[in-house]
């Protein structure tokens, strides 16, 4: 569980990072959180997250899609939140949310995929 708090403390350091979770999609459950709890409820968000990604994986399957998903990106009025599954543990995705103004979006999926590979669960 330590390295999940380091990758997500690193996760921190991405400019305009606001919060970070890594969440489990077959529980809906956040193994691990930081950031900003007090303007966002990870848990709630870890949850609803869950939701989109297993909509999306049941449309690839209905539309018999041989594909993976790499990352799913929701922009906001305000803010951008990333959603990127770990290709090294299945069933898992790290969620990112950056503010819109402070972000580099290029950057931050970019370092996210560098951080997702150095997970340990």
Known sequence: MSNINVILKEAMTIDGAIAVALVDYNSGMALGTAGDTATLDLDLAAAGNTDVVRSKIRTMESLN?????????????QGFHLI??????????????????????????????????????
């Open 65 to 77: 899609l041989d594909d993976h998903i790499e990352d799913i990106l929701i922009t906001l009025g």
């Open 84 to 121: 990127r599954l770990l290709q090294s543990s299945e069933g898992l995705f790290l969620y990112l949310v950056l503010a819109k103004g402070k972000a580099n979006l290029a950057m931050a999926r970019h370092q996210l995929t560098q951080l997702e590979k150095q997970i340990v669960v």
